[in-house]
Every structure is written in structure tokens, then in C-alpha cells.
């Protein structure tokens, strides 16, 4: 990407544009994977709480463990589902933070400037 693009003047401070990227923000990532957690470890819970047999040997000769793994995927495929469906955290802002930090300050530069001028008068 042109690198001129990318960044703006403002007030002769060289500030960055937002640049939506194709992808997750680290936090919607985050929630995806804690989420997923959660729920994995509820279906874990409850196969094998309504396995019947006291033991693991038993438990893996009943297929406990195919039922858990064949679950485990599709419960997985609707997880995604609706996170697809969920807009929070979809386009990462490329320079967000930084732009964000440098507007302020312009904003905080103008500011002074019109006490200055008021202070003047």
C-alpha cells in the first residue's frame, strides 16, 4: 500500500488514516476461544456424567470418547455459526490507536490556542 495514503496532515501533525482490515480484532478472538472453552467444557461434563460406568476403561469401550469428539465438532460448527452473526470485533482498524492518540492531541493544541486568543482579547 502506498504509504502517502496512509497517513494525513492535521493541524502539520502527520496523522494516520484508519485502515479497515479483512480480519478478527484480537478481542473477538478471544471471546470466540473463551466462549468455545465454556462450552466444550459443559459438553465434556455432561457426556460423561450420563456415561454409563464407573470407570474410564469402560467409558472408552462404551464410546463415551466418539460420542464426545462427534459432538464436540458439531456443537463447534454452530458455535461458529453464530458468531458469524455476531458484528462486534469483524474489522480491525489498522493505526485506531494511534490515530485516536494524535486527534486528541490536536484537539487539546486547538484548544489552548483558543484560550490563549480569549485570554488576549
Known sequence: MDQRKEFQKI???KVPRE????RESPFRSIAKAISWRIIASLTTFIIFLYTPGANFALEVLTGAVAVEAASKMLIY???ERLWAHIHWG????KYKLIRRIKLEYIRLKRRRAQIKVKLND
Do not use: A
Request: hydrophobic share 50%.
Open 77 to 79: 460448527f454452530f458455535h
Open 90 to 93: 469483524r474489522n480491525w482498524m
Open 11 to 13: 493541524d502539520g501533525i
Open 19 to 22: 485502515i479497515p482490515l479483512e
